[in-house]
């Protein structure tokens, strides 16, 4: 027996880059990620001094957020069986990436030893 699944992007697909995730478990036992970019604070407005003879403008004030803003890019929530089709999705991406690194250092390795 077989079935045939077509991926169908909907209206408001995106691709992000996401550097971090916050979340925990909800009270029905579902867990919720919320996936994150970080970044630097965009300013709100800038006040520039512009020199009267070379024209350069140079930064004088500035308002908006300081420190660094994690701007939540979606929540996913996902039961059991979800995530543990997540877990081993990631799960072999990771050991496939650490095989190409720990394969890079011995081939480097072997590289610096027949130099020598």
């Given amino acids: 027996m077989e079935i045939e699944a077509h991926f169908i992007k909907s209206a408001d697909f995106k691709t992000v880059q996401i550097t971090g995730v916050w979340g925990g478990v909800m009270g029905n036992?579902?867990?919720n990620v919320n996936l994150f970019t970080e970044r630097?604070?965009?300013?709100?407005?800038?006040?520039?001094?512009?020199?009267?003879?070379?024209?350069v403008a140079r930064e004088k004030h500035k308002d908006g957020k300081t420190g660094i803003v994690r701007e939540v890019q979606m929540g996913v929530?996902?039961?059991?069986?979800?995530?543990?089709?997540f877990?081993?999705?990631?799960?072999?991406?990771?050991?496939?990436?650490?095989l190409m690194i720990h394969g890079r250092k011995n081939t480097d390795a072997n590289d610096a030893t027949s130099k020598s």
């Fill in 87 to 98: 877990y081993e999705f990631f799960g072999n991406w990771i050991k496939e990436q650490e």
């Fill in 29 to 31: 036992g579902m867990l």
């Fill in 40 to 55: 630097v604070p965009i300013p709100q407005k800038i006040i520039f001094d512009i020199d009267p003879v070379t024209q």
């Fill in 77 to 85: 929530l996902m039961d059991y069986p979800t995530a543990k089709s």
